[in-house]
Nanobody, 116 residues
Framework: QVQLVESGGGLVQAGGSLRLSCAAS????????MGWYRQAPEKQRDLVAV???????NYADSVKGRFTISRDNRKNTVYLQMDSLKFEDTAVYYC??????????WGQGTQVTVSS
């Protein structure tokens, strides 16, 4: 079992930056992939960024060039640096972790609000 705790959300003006953190605990040795989803009001939860065990990263087209995902395996933490934020980035951001048996754990979510 893996537990995830996000932090770093908040209110920011358009064009600003925020850095989200997601700290994992529990069976962290079993984690293969970590990443971020987001869900805006009345919309589905969409994938934002992925950091695989091999170090490769993938991003949604809407955030490419603006968001950067990174991972510190010593701290069992994944980060999402968000720059040049837009109003449409407003959402609840959820961290997730997949283990080698493809079981998924979710964080509780952190609100990001971008004012235009």
């Amino acid at each position: 079992q893996v537990q995830l705790v996000e932090s770093g959300g908040g209110l920011v003006q358009a064009g600003g930056s925020l850095r989200l953190s997601c700290a994992a605990s529990g069976n962290t040795f079993s984690i293969k992939t970590m990443g971020w989803y987001r869900q805006a009001p009345e919309k589905q939860r969409d994938l934002v960024a992925v950091f695989s065990s091999g170090g490769s990263t993938n991003y949604a087209d809407s955030v490419k060039g603006r968001f950067t995902i990174s991972r510190d395996n010593r701290k069992n933490t994944v980060y999402l640096q968000m720059d040049s934020l837009k109003f449409e980035d407003t959402a609840v951001y959820y961290c997730y972790a997949d283990d080698w048996a493809t079981r998924r754990s979710w964080g509780q979510g952190t609100q990001v609000t971008v004012s235009s």
